[in-house]
């Protein structure tokens, strides 16, 4: 008895601490990645004047393109609904019956460290204008930072999207999708991160932002994860032993 006592001791321990050490590891992955935009900034404009033209090949494309919906806003939103449904152990908030259980918590964290980033973004957007790499005119511009001005669009552009290029809601999306995924699966971290790197790169590909935008999108939605995601165990496993 005094064994099983120390060791459900030791357990506890482990799960209360590992989703600490999570959030640690986020932190310090989004400040990696703000580092990265910075530096990030002195290959933006090779980088999208090299993606002006399609170079990949078709299949590489394809992969790219499928991998957005893991970036995008209603993408996400469905695979969430697939998530719910297939982990037994999530169940949506059931409204009038008080305190929120385990399931239902767990359902609205990670949908909360999905979109965090996501809104943190639009916020940041709507007071820094930075043309897209589409709607610049690439030959005319200097450096990057000229990027940062209307005087960079094209006389073609007429679209207000077209200066909201930093920094990019879809890795935001995607960084704060995979990690709240990590969170909840950690056998498959490496595969959660693998989709988000693609979906960021997809971005950068099809012009729609520069590698800057996407360096600190993902940082921004990996900060966003580290606020919501919990004190409580990261792994199914945890769940079903408590």
Known sequence: MALHDTMARASAVRRDGEPVRFRKQLTLLAATLFCLGGLALTIDLPVARWCRDPRLPREAMRLLNFSEA????????????????????????????GAIDAGARDFLRIVAATFAGGLIVDLIKASVARVRPRAADLAAVQSAIDTFSTAALLPSSTSHADVASFPSGHAA????????L??????AAVLFAVIAALAAAQRVVSSAHYPSDVACGAAIGLCGAALCLGDRGRSVEATADS
């Open 173 to 180: 999306v995607a960084a704060g999708f995979g990690a709240a």
């Open 70 to 97: 893991f970036a995008h806003g209603t993408g996400a939103a469905a695979l969430l609904v697939v998530v719910l449904v297939l982990d037994p152990r999530l169940r949506l908030p059931r409204l009038g019956r």
């Open 182 to 187: 990590a969170w909840r699966y950690p056998r």
